[in-house]
C-alpha cells in the first residue's frame, strides 16, 4: 500500500525531529517544519486511501478535515480534536516564515503530533492494512 509506505517514511523522518532542540537557526526551522508538515499529508492521504478501500464513501471528498473526521468515526484514530489542531498547523505552515509560528508548529509536533502519527501507524499496521 503505497501511500501508508509515504506516510511511513515520512513519520520516520518526522522522528528526527527529537535530536534537536531550540535555538533553531532558520535553515533547521524551516527544514523542521517541512518534516512536520510532508508528514501530515502523508498521514491524512493514507488515512484517505484505506477509508476508500474500507468503504467510507464520506472519505473520497478529498478533503483534510472531512477525512479526519471519518477516521474518527471509523475508529482509526482516537483524538479527533487533536488531529484537527495538527491539520490548523499545518495549515499555518504557509506562515511559517513568522518565527512564532514555525516554533509553535515544531514545538507541537515534538510534543504532541509525533506521538499521535505513531499511533496512527500502530492503528494502521495492526487494524487497517491487509497483509
Given at each position: 500500500?503505497?501511500?501508508?509506505?509515504?506516510?511511513?517514511?515520512?513519520?520516520?523522518?518526522?522522528?528526527?525531529?527529537?535530536?534537536?532542540?531550540?535555538?533553531?537557526?532558520?535553515?533547521?526551522?524551516?527544514?523542521?517544519?517541512?518534516?512536520?508538515?510532508?508528514?501530515?499529508?502523508?498521514?491524512?492521504?493514507?488515512?484517505?486511501?484505506?477509508?476508500?478501500?474500507?468503504?467510507?464513501?464520506?472519505a473520497a471528498t478529498g478533503s483534510p478535515k472531512q477525512v479526519l473526521k471519518t477516521a474518527y468515526k471509523a475508529g482509526m484514530i482516537y483524538d479527533e480534536e487533536l488531529w484537527l489542531e495538527a491539520l490548523l498547523s499545518r495549515n499555518?505552515?504557509?506562515?511559517?516564515?513568522?518565527?512564532?509560528?514555525?516554533?509553535?508548529?515544531?514545538?507541537?509536533?515534538?510534543?504532541?503530533?509525533?506521538?499521535?502519527?505513531?499511533?496512527?501507524?500502530?492503528?494502521?499496521?495492526?487494524?487497517?492494512?491487509?497483509?
Open positions: 500500500m503505497k501511500k501508508f509506505e509515504n506516510f511511513s517514511k515520512a513519520l520516520d523522518n518526522l522522528a528526527l525531529i527529537e535530536r534537536y532542540e531550540p535555538p533553531f537557526d532558520k535553515v533547521v526551522l524551516t527544514g523542521l517544519v517541512g518534516l512536520y508538515e510532508i508528514c501530515f499529508e502523508q498521514a491524512w492521504k493514507a488515512m484517505k486511501e484505506i477509508l476508500e478501500e474500507h468503504g467510507f464513501s464520506e499555518n505552515v504557509a506562515h511559517s516564515y513568522n518565527e512564532g509560528i514555525a516554533l509553535g508548529i515544531v514545538n507541537n509536533a515534538k510534543e504532541k503530533y509525533l506521538d499521535m502519527f505513531k499511533q496512527l501507524k500502530e492503528e494502521l499496521a495492526a487494524n487497517w492494512i491487509q497483509s
